[in-house]
């Protein structure tokens, strides 16, 4: 089992920055593979970022890719996403996810965990 706990979403106008901070528990942290997921209203969950256990490698989503940059701290059990230059469309729920096994990490339903989200907002 893996527990997973956001943070770090609100109300922010165009332009401006949020970091998101994912925190988990129940499994030696650093032998997990992490995503972060979106869902706006009335969409689809859709992926976002992808890092690996050690932190080598990474992947995003294509109009976040320059603007949005995730990280982890193996130490802290934790698996950042730092957004800049936030835009109104990605208004959205934004949930961190677990990976064990092999599969697309671009697809949500190759995870096996995930968190219950944190909003983020983004006004005009």
């Known amino acids: 089992q893996v527990q997973l706990v956001e943070s770090g979403g609100g109300l922010v106008q165009a332009g401006d920055s949020l970091r998101l901070s994912c925190a988990a528990s129940g499994r030696t942290f650093g032998t997990i593979n992490m995503g972060w997921f979106r869902q706006a209203p009335g969409k689809e969950r859709e992926f976002v970022a992808y890092?690996?256990?050690?932190?080598?490698?990474?992947y995003y989503k294509e109009s976040v890719k320059r603007r949005f940059t995730i990280a982890r701290d193996n130490a802290k059990n934790t698996v950042y996403l730092q957004m800049n230059s936030l835009k109104p469309e990605d208004t959205a729920v934004y949930h961190c996810a677990a990976k064990l096994l092999y599969g697309d990490v671009y697809e949500a339903g190759t995870y096996d965990y995930w968190g219950q989200g944190t909003q983020v907002t983004v006004s005009s």
């Open positions: 890092i690996t256990d050690s932190g080598g490698s990474t």
